[in-house]
């Protein structure tokens, strides 16, 4: 018997609901009620609530320093993933004859960013998946002396493999490419490592359990302390000119030279009480438990005899586990008429994708392979 590693009764609405479905959206905390109403009371202080607001950022930003290993003052925070990924694409300068590598089976926000530089003369080099599974030596071998980024996600949203990180940060780092590293299914699921990474961005409102709005952005800054930043805001810098000099301005050495304006005070107090609940259990606990529970929800399947797009060997997944068929919406609803929640499709090829994270448990997976039994076996293949 596996039992939650965070009681079901600590979220919002999971009393008799088997959630699956992190990968897409994480439950909510109870506790986020409270959080959201210290925020309320903090943000009606007049001035002072600047400088409250403010300590809850920097608190968030060291338990995601401790979270991705990662000194605090090279962590920001960004409206999302994407903002992060199109900021270093704004940041570089290109020069025609240089290429991106990308990988097939990735968010389109990894992909799409790119493309608007091939009428500049810049490659976009696709990585094709093997059997769903992208091998790290496919990417480097894509890599040359014009590469410039290569931008990969260490656990695929849709596949859910979980690529070899040091591997391929290695032979990146050999041909004098950088390494952006999308972490939205592995941080708060599985241990990051940002040294691996020259820019790192991750979603929070997943396997983090916070909201949307705000989303982790790191910067190697021992491999790219000169990186100017794109766009700039008052919160870019350190001090200005006023009035009387309005053009000038001084940057921070720090992360937050990337952060234009305000960040979403309100999703980092909920960020902030969600990593204090997850830092509690340890990233190894909570490993465990989710390749735990995903490795029997992968043996179930494959015994049913659908197309798994997960890896079995353990180093290569994470919460994830993503398989094929042809009607997702009929067997998403079938589940939900067990209360059990999982998530849909996402591009040309049906998939479903089920999720275990730290509200899960052993009565959670019964319920969800008793509902994949009767479903296998109410619609044969053809039927599905």
């Known amino acids: 018997m596996t039992d939650a590693l965070i009681p079901k009764s600590d979220f919002v609405g999971l009393e008799g609901v088997a959630h699956f479905a992190t990968g897409g959206e994480g439950p909510m905390l109870k506790s986020h009620l409270d959080a959201f109403e210290q925020f309320c009371l903090d943000k009606g202080r007049g001035e002072l609530a600047r400088g409250i607001q403010h300590a809850v950022l920097d608190a968030a930003r060291a338990q995601c320093a401790t979270l991705i290993q990662a000194p605090a003052e090279d962590i920001t925070f960004l409206s999302s993933a994407s903002e992060g990924i199109n900021l270093l694409r704004y940041a570089l300068d290109w020069r025609a004859g240089d290429n991106v590598v990308v990988a097939d089976v990735e968010f389109p926000s990894d992909v799409l960013p790119w493309t608007s530089l091939a009428k500049s003369g810049i490659e976009i080099r696709v990585v094709k998946h093997r059997n769903w599974v992208i091998d790290e030596q496919d990417v480097l071998a894509q890599v040359d002396a014009r590469t410039r980024v290569v931008a990969i996600s260490q656990v695929s949203m849709f596949t859910g493999q979980h690529i070899d990180v040091p591997t391929l940060s290695a032979g ?90 305000n960040p979403s005070y309100i999703s980092l107090y909920m ?52 398989f094929v068929i042809d009607n997702i919406k009929h067997f998403r609803d079938a589940m939900a008429e067990h209360n059990v929640l999982v998530w849909g499709a996402y591009g040309q090829v049906g998939r479903v994708r089920i999720s275990a994270h730290v509200h899960n448990n052993s009565d959670d997976v019964e319920r969800l392979l008793a509902a994949m039994r009767g479903y296998f076996e109410s619609y044969p293949a053809r039927a599905r």
Not at 193 to 205: K, M
Not at 245 to 252: A, D, I, N
Not at 292 to 321: C, F, K, Y
């Open 172 to 261: 990146v780092r050999e041909a004098g490419a950088l390494l952006l590293l999308d972490v939205t299914h592995a941080a708060g699921v599985v241990p990051v490592r940002a040294q691996y990474a020259d820019v790192l961005v991750s979603s929070c409102y997943k396997w983090m359990l916070g909201t949307h709005g705000t989303a982790l952005f790191y910067l190697n800054r021992d491999r790219l302390a000169d990186l100017a930043p794109p766009f700039l805001g008052w919160a870019s810098i350190t001090s200005g000119g006023g009035w009387q000099s309005p053009l000038e301005y001084t940057l921070p050495d720090t992360a937050d030279r990337f952060l234009p304006a």
């Open 271 to 322: 960020l902030n009480n969600a990593l204090q609940r997850l830092s509690a259990l340890g990233e190894n606990t909570v490993a465990a438990h989710s390749r735990a529970l995903s490795g029997d929800i992968r043996a179930a399947l494959v015994s049913h005899g659908v197309e798994m797009m997960t890896p079995e060997a353990e180093q290569m997944r994470a919460g994830n586990v993503s």
